[in-house]
């Protein structure tokens, strides 16, 4: 599976502004940041990110997600706090 193809697969079902994907074979990082996190509960944003990979999932081509959201103010956030020195 394609990272790329996630990106994609995420962006167009969530209207992200940004989203990051990288795998080691079938384990998958995502990083995902939009407006459409904002005021959802940490089980709400996951929910909403493996709802359109659901299929990958259960066919086997996705084993193991790493999933972190973020709104566009908690991302600059993030970036910010973690820069290197």
């Not at 167009?12 to 940004?18: A, G, R, V, Y």
């Not at 998958?28 to 990958?56: T, W």
């Amino acid at each position: 599976m394609d990272t790329k193809e996630i990106e994609q697969i995420l962006k167009d079902s969530l209207s992200l502004t940004e989203v990051y994907v990288s795998a080691e074979g079938s384990h998958f990082k995502i990083v995902a940041v939009g407006e459409c996190f904002d005021g959802m509960s940490r089980i709400k944003q996951q929910q909403a990110i493996y709802a359109p990979l659901m299929d990958k999932i259960t066919s086997g081509e996705m084993h193991a997600l790493s999933i972190k959201t973020f709104t566009p103010t908690q991302w600059q956030r993030e970036k910010i706090f973690n820069m290197p020195a």
